[in-house]
């Protein structure tokens, strides 16, 4: 690592977080489009990876996309800049090892290597194997926990519920 830069980040796994190129996507605010940034390429790549190693990157605002909904209605979709999607692909690589760890092996949401159709398979076979059902719906959840408690037990001001 330099003596300049804040983080250790290969140059490599900038140039390979720019995988997000298969997954096309339209441009974020700065309007840059995959081939516009391919155009130069070398030096974008060389950009992000600066500034992540050396702790001065800034995300750029996220477009929002209004997206219709089939029962009505719209969602925001919020869509990075290309430079963004990068980032936010090496920074992944870097966090996912050490964060996948401490996962549960019951947990399947944005896991890699897992899926919705592997929690239901897992569900199938545990009806099967037990005569009771959990149910849980977290809508309104976090309107409904005593935050007062949480403060007690956590033994903080706030446990970000708040």
Not at 66 to 91: F, H, N, S
Not at 99 to 104: C, M, P, S
Request: glycine content about 8%; overall charge positive.
């Amino acid at each position: 690592m330099s003596a300049t830069k804040q983080f250790a980040i290969d140059k490599w796994l900038v140039y390979e977080a720019y995988q997000v190129k298969a997954n096309a996507g339209s441009a974020g605010v700065d309007k840059q489009s995959i081939e516009d940034f391919e155009k130069d390429l070398k030096r974008n790549l060389y950009r992000i990876w600066n500034r992540m190693s050396s702790g001065s990157y800034f995300p750029p605002p996220v477009k929002a996309v209004a997206i219709p909904k089939k029962t009505g209605g719209e969602r925001i979709l919020g869509v990075p800049t290309v430079a963004d999607r990068v980032a936010q692909m090496v920074a992944k690589r870097v966090i996912e090892p050490s964060i996948e760890a401490k996962f549960l092996p019951d947990s399947y949401g944005y896991r890699s290597g897992k899926s919705a159709l592997d929690a239901v398979g897992v569900t199938r076979e545990r009806c099967w194997k037990h005569d009771w059902v959990l149910e849980f719906d977290i809508k309104g959840l976090f309107d409904n926990i005593d935050h007062g408690n949480c403060q007690q037990r956590c033994r903080v001001k706030s446990c970000g519920l708040l």
